[in-house]
């Protein structure tokens, strides 16, 4: 049970050809960017489903909610460009696509809220 806790260690190098190709877009209308970054196979990435899902449909308009799987080919490249260390990570980003908040490990639904209230995200 604790090593669920824990998360699963991951380490990548950076390369900056690969973070210069894969430029995060924000939102035209909404106010933040949240990146789950983890894969389908993370017990603890698997519990994150229900809040990304939760959060889209509570705040179309607001918050772009976007999941790389960094397991896979296609988003190993994301886990480069944020430097994830560990899996489930959420990353925020503001209506610039500035990172503002980070977050390892499972997220329940009320905290991620609250994070996106600092930038004025409300329901």
Not at 31 to 51: A, D, N, W
Not at 80 to 87: E, H, P
Not at 90 to 103: A, I, P, S, T, W
């Amino acid at each position: 049970m604790r090593s669920f806790l824990i998360g699963i260690i991951i380490f990548f190098s950076v390369s900056p050809v690969t973070l210069a190709q894969n430029k995060e877009t924000v939102p035209q209308k909404g106010k933040v960017t949240f990146i789950e970054l983890g894969s389908v196979r993370c017990i603890p990435c698997r519990q994150m489903e229900p809040v990304l899902d939760s959060i889209r449909a509570k705040y179309p308009n607001d918050v772009k909610v976007i999941f790389y799987d960094v397991w896979t080919e296609k988003g190993k490249p994301f886990a480069r460009k944020y430097s994830i260390r560990l899996i489930p990570t959420q990353v925020f980003l503001d209506n610039e696509g500035k990172e503002y908040f980070r977050h390892t490990g499972y997220f329940p639904e009320k905290e991620v809220e609250k994070i996106l209230k600092q930038k004025g995200v409300k329901r």
